[in-house]
């Protein structure tokens, strides 16, 4: 399943497929993107990140994919699981900006069993 | 590791009433952020400590909102008083150093103004 943050706030998908979550960010000079998995009570732990530098990143069963041109941020997730049910939130910062993270609304995954 | 606590973790008052927040940052980390968040939005930075002085503060409401860390390590957010729009979850971060690279989040405190 694949959605576009800002504009479909849920993604809904079942379980063993993999997930891509959209983000598009809105500073040209932003220069560090981070996504950030928040579950309901808690508070948003990191996932990756991705440095403006890269266009790819891949962590465990996670892969950030970064596309300047159109300052649009994605992330996959390999093999959803349950577990991953959550609202992912993408975040960029920029230099000169006291580093100061600019968090965009967050999309909510939920994993059908 | 012992993560960042936050206490309490619910919280309702009602509308021109005090509130206060408290937090613990992992040990170590020098930089302290408080955040809102409104249901469906993402973190919302009000203020950011280095050790015991304020980095920024630009997005906070001063009229009402305080926030201290006065030997750079516990704080407290108060808000005097509060307004109805004030309803949210206050969370707390720390960081090894500034910039927000990978500040580790606390469970947040969910304050309702009735």
């Known amino acids: 399943g694949e959605s576009v943050g800002l504009h479909l706030p849920t993604l809904s998908v079942q379980e063993g497929d993999n997930s891509i979550i959209n983000c598009a960010y809105s500073n040209s000079a932003s220069d560090y993107f981070i996504w950030y998995k928040q579950e309901s009570g808690k508070g948003p732990q990191f996932i990756i990140d991705i440095r403006s530098n890269m266009d790819k990143r891949q962590g465990q069963r996670v892969t950030v994919l970064l596309n300047k041109t159109v300052k649009h941020l994605s992330l996959q997730i390999a093999a959803t699981q349950p577990g991953d049910s959550a609202v992912y939130f993408c975040a960029e910062n920029a230099s000169g900006n006291n580093r100061k993270l600019i968090w965009g609304l967050g999309t909510s995954l939920a994993v059908n069993p | 590791e012992a993560g960042v606590a936050q206490s309490p973790r619910y919280k309702i008052i009602e509308k021109r009433q005090s509130v206060a927040f408290w937090c613990n940052p992992i040990s170590g980390h020098a930089t302290l952020y408080w955040y809102q968040q409104i249901l469906g939005q993402g973190p919302k930075l009000l203020i950011q400590?280095?050790?015991?002085?304020?980095?920024?503060d630009s997005q906070l409401p001063k009229d009402r909102f305080s926030a201290e860390r006065l030997k750079g390590v516990d704080s407290t957010l108060k808000i005097q008083p509060a307004k109805l729009e004030d309803s949210a979850v206050y969370l707390c971060?720390?960081?090894?150093?500034?910039?927000?690279?990978?500040?580790?989040f606390g469970q947040g405190t969910r304050l309702t103004v009735v």
């Open positions: 971060a720390s960081s090894f150093r500034g910039g927000s690279t990978e500040a580790f």
């Open positions: 400590f280095q050790n015991n002085g304020v980095v920024d």
